[in-house]
């Protein structure tokens, strides 16, 4: 929801690139916020294969609880964290957030590589 609110309303595909997510995770994930009234999908305007999910005016009532959630979680798990120290681990997060994207490209690959590979016959004398 909070990609939704910041950014507006998306491509199915392109929440699933912004998360780091696969595409049955998501679609059962926006399948539950549309059937408790916090998204709805349209075809996109333009890629008829597309579908955009937009945020309902309902989603909007705890977008405010929600930032105060995190806000405070944030503050808890930083508390007795430096400036410095802060920085620091934004840095080393950010690091293994992208070698997470990495691996999960790369096992999203292989296997569409295994998908695609002609089968091997084998031929016995």
Not at 83 to 97: D, M, P
Not at 105 to 121: F, I, N, V
């Amino acid at each position: 929801m909070m990609q939704l609110w910041d950014l507006g309303p998306q491509r199915q595909t392109d929440l699933v690139r912004l998360l780091g997510s696969d595409a049955a995770t998501m679609t059962r994930t926006v399948k539950r916020l549309e059937h408790a009234g916090f998204v709805r999908r349209r075809p996109s305007a333009t890629d008829k294969r597309a579908t955009t999910i937009e945020p309902t005016d309902a989603s909007l009532a705890p977008r405010h609880q929600v930032a105060e959630i995190w806000a405070e979680l944030e503050e808890c798990a930083t508390r007795e964290l430096s400036r410095e120290g802060k920085a620091k681990a934004v840095r080393v997060l950010e690091e293994i957030e992208a070698n997470l994207a990495l691996a999960s490209a790369d096992h999203a690959q292989q296997d569409a590589d295994r998908l695609t590979a002609p089968e091997k016959l084998t031929r016995h004398p």
